[in-house]
Nanobody
Framework: QVQLVESGGGLVQPGGSLRLSCAASASIFSMNAIGWYRQAPGKERELAAAIISGSSTKYADSVKGRFTISRDDAKNTVFLQMKSLKPEDTAVYYC????????????????WGQGTQVTVSS
């Protein structure tokens, strides 16, 4: 069973940057995609970004232009580089293996971990 561990969260001021890491115990593309989800207090979990095995990427409108998802297959790791962070980016961020169809849907296929907390505040 492939396990994913998120790290890299922390406290950052508005306008700052953080890089989140999602480390896998085996190939991160046993399924065809990895997604970064986030859940803010009082809000539903949302898909912020996804990367597909062919390295194509998808982003939520709220993070487009500010977040970049990438992968390092040799390290079985997916990254989420976050720039120009806003208070509304405050959330617990989770990575999740799954399947992303050409029609634009991401289907989670793993179990949710603890995530990593990102807090954007002055």
């Amino acid at each position: 069973q492939v396990q994913l561990v998120e790290s890299g969260g922390g406290l950052v001021q508005p306008g700052g940057s953080l890089r989140l890491s999602c480390a896998a115990s085996a190939s991160i593309f046993s399924m065809n995609a990895i997604g970064w989800y986030r859940q803010a207090p009082g809000k539903e979990r949302e898909l912020a970004a996804a990367i597909i095995s062919g390295s194509s990427t998808k982003y939520a409108d709220s993070v487009k232009g500010r977040f970049t998802i990438s992968r390092d297959d040799a390290k079985n790791t997916v990254f989420l580089q976050m720039k120009s962070l806003k208070p509304e980016d405050t959330a617990v961020y989770y990575c999740m293996r799954g399947y992303y169809s050409s029609k634009g849907s991401f289907t989670p296929a793993g179990s949710w971990g603890q995530g990593t907390q990102v807090t954007v505040s002055s």
